[in-house]
């Protein structure tokens, strides 16, 4: 799969082998540029979607909580510089390219950059943790998110060869 210019000086400054890509079958996605509003974090932090997917966001979160069930976003577009900065910062704590890619995605290679993927938490539980799935908000996800076009990206045994990942779901619907 020819990945761009762009893509490949990119790993080549961050140190990760290309193998370490074609290995895993990563896709190469184009960074989203018409976003919208789709939460404010906590943190004040305004969280951004393509338009069908903010839209379809708010419905799932609306739904979800008229049956009691919260949720919130912890992170949704991410540009391919602050997934760099993401990784730079890991290589800076000292952790090794194959730790990194377990549980963070090369710039150019991360679903955020679509602007259809979330990372979605829950009140009482820690956000971008494999408890997660043990959360009355795992269960409905696992329920009802495909009525609202998303779905869970990172199951066991992924063939992109990340962690599990219960948090991080994607919008697939056009």
């Not at 079958?25 to 974090?41: I, K, P």
């Not at 932090?45 to 909580?65: F, P, S, T």
């Not at 890619?101 to 602007?115: I, K, N, R, Y």
């Not at 066991?156 to 990340?162: I, L, S």
Request: hydrophobic share 40%.
């Amino acid at each position: 799969m020819p990945y761009s210019p762009a893509a490949l000086q990119m790993l080549e400054q961050l140190g990760i082998p290309l193998n370490a890509v074609i290995e895993r079958h990563l896709q190469e996605f184009v960074e989203a540029s018409l976003l919208q509003w789709a939460e404010t974090g906590q943190d004040n932090r305004k969280h951004e979607l393509i338009a069908v997917a903010a839209q379809a966001w708010r419905q799932l979160k609306a739904a979800a909580g008229a049956e009691g069930v919260a949720l919130y976003l912890v992170s949704a577009f991410r540009s391919v510089e602050r997934q760099k900065s993401i990784i730079q910062r890991k290589l800076e704590k000292g952790q090794s390219i194959e730790q990194i890619l377990a549980v963070s995605a090369p710039p150019f290679f991360s679903e955020h950059h679509t602007g259809r993927a979330v990372d979605i938490g829950t009140p009482g539980c820690t956000d971008l943790e494999p408890e997660f799935e043990a959360t009355p908000a795992f269960r409905w996800l696992t329920r009802n998110a495909a009525t609202y076009g998303f779905e869970l990206s990172y199951p066991r045994d992924n063939g992109a060869g990340y962690v599990y990942e219960p948090w991080h779901w994607r919008h697939v619907a056009s």
